[in-house]
């Protein structure tokens, strides 16, 4: 194999070194990326649909107790608190719309049926308050406790996503460690690799070099050449022997032409 041949499958071998660190590294941040997305894509939605949900409730249930404090109207509700109640019925519906859209966690699938199904109990006693057909009597035994497991339901959304949250992100935190341990180990075996390289081809050239440089001392010593250059060139030796054995052989040559 020659010279040329060695030197370029040397580079090719370090340039694969540093193709494979920056694949290795891409991967894996990409990963620690895609880890991240999880997260706020699916759990953290839904942490947000579930606060939506308890303000948008605690507005549907002021409006509604207000029925209670407003003799004035026969029972009915003001054109504020009815404004306050739709406007939280809109956002609860909303949010619990996206919500049922967006079951990922274990359990949750069964808490957001819960609540769908408290949720239209809920929405029938409303009613029934808002017409004024509902006394004090449906409002503590029915519309309290209906609005209280519904808060519960939502509770539960809320809490197992944050624990989902928790546990992703130690996940996250796991395998960051584990990036930076096998990049550790893969970074250690490329640099061995590419100091064996460093320390290997200067040493094959020298060694060539100087072998090549003394055989042609040798030889110009054997062949009656005075040779006295001192530098430890072997490039330069070589090349100034070269030049006296060129020389030498251009006089025989010229001696022999002559006789």
Same mark, same amino acid.
């Given at each position: 194999? *020659?010279?040329?041949?060695?030197?370029?499958?040397?580079?090719?071998?370090?340039?694969?070194?540093?193709?494979?660190?920056?694949?290795?590294?891409?991967?894996?941040?990409?990963?620690?990326?895609?880890?991240?997305?999880?997260?706020?894509?699916?759990?953290?939605?839904?942490?947000?649909?579930? $606060?939506?949900?308890?303000?948008?409730?605690?507005?549907?249930?002021?409006? *509604?107790?207000?029925?209670?404090?407003?003799?004035?109207?026969?029972?009915?509700?003001?054109?504020?608190?009815?404004?306050?109640?739709?406007?939280? $019925?809109?956002?609860?519906?909303?949010?619990?719309?996206?919500? %049922?859209?967006?079951?990922?966690?274990?359990?949750?699938?069964?808490?957001?049926?819960?609540?769908?199904?408290?949720?239209?109990?809920?929405?029938?006693?409303?009613?029934?308050?808002?017409?004024?057909?509902?006394?004090?009597?449906?409002?503590?035994?029915?519309?309290?406790?209906?609005?209280?497991?519904?808060?519960?339901? *939502?509770?539960? *959304?809320?809490?197992?996503?944050?624990?989902?949250?928790?546990?992703?992100?130690? @996940?996250?935190?796991?395998?960051?460690?584990?990036?930076?341990?096998?990049?550790?180990i893969i970074g250690s075996f490329c640099i061995l690799l590419a100091m064996g390289y460093f320390w290997y081809f200067p040493v094959y050239i020298s060694t060539t070099l100087s072998y090549l440089?003394?055989?042609?001392?040798?030889?110009?010593? %054997?062949?009656?050449?005075?040779?006295?250059?001192?530098?430890?060139?072997?490039?330069?030796?070589? @090349?100034?022997?070269?030049?006296?054995?060129?020389?030498?052989?251009?006089?025989?040559?010229?001696?022999?032409?002559?006789?």
């Open positions: 194999m *020659i010279l040329k041949t060695k030197l370029s499958l040397g580079l090719g071998f370090l340039f694969l070194i540093v193709f494979t660190l920056a694949g290795f590294c891409s991967y894996y941040v990409a990963r620690l990326g895609q880890d991240s997305n999880n997260i706020l894509k699916d759990n953290y939605n839904s942490i947000v649909y579930s $606060r939506n949900m308890l303000s948008a409730l605690d507005d549907m249930k002021t409006s *509604i107790s207000s029925v209670m404090y407003n003799a004035s109207h026969a029972g009915r509700i003001s054109n504020y608190y009815l404004k306050l109640f739709e406007s939280g $019925r809109n956002v609860f519906e909303t949010n619990l719309k996206a919500e %049922n859209n967006n079951i990922t966690e274990i359990h949750e699938k069964e808490y957001v049926e819960r609540l769908n199904h408290d949720y239209e109990m809920f929405l029938k006693l409303c009613l029934q308050m808002k017409s004024g057909l509902g006394g004090s009597s449906v409002y503590l035994s029915g519309f309290l406790p209906a609005s209280e497991k519904m808060k519960q339901s *939502i509770n539960n *959304i809320y809490d197992v996503n944050m624990q989902a949250v928790v546990r992703k992100n130690q @996940l996250a935190k796991h395998d960051s460690a584990n990036f930076l341990t096998s990049m550790g440089s003394e055989r042609m001392r040798n030889l110009l010593k %054997n062949s009656g050449v005075a040779f006295d250059v001192k530098t430890n060139d072997e490039a330069y030796i070589i @090349l100034q022997a070269i030049n006296l054995l060129e020389n030498k052989l251009g006089v025989k040559k010229e001696d022999t032409h002559n006789e």
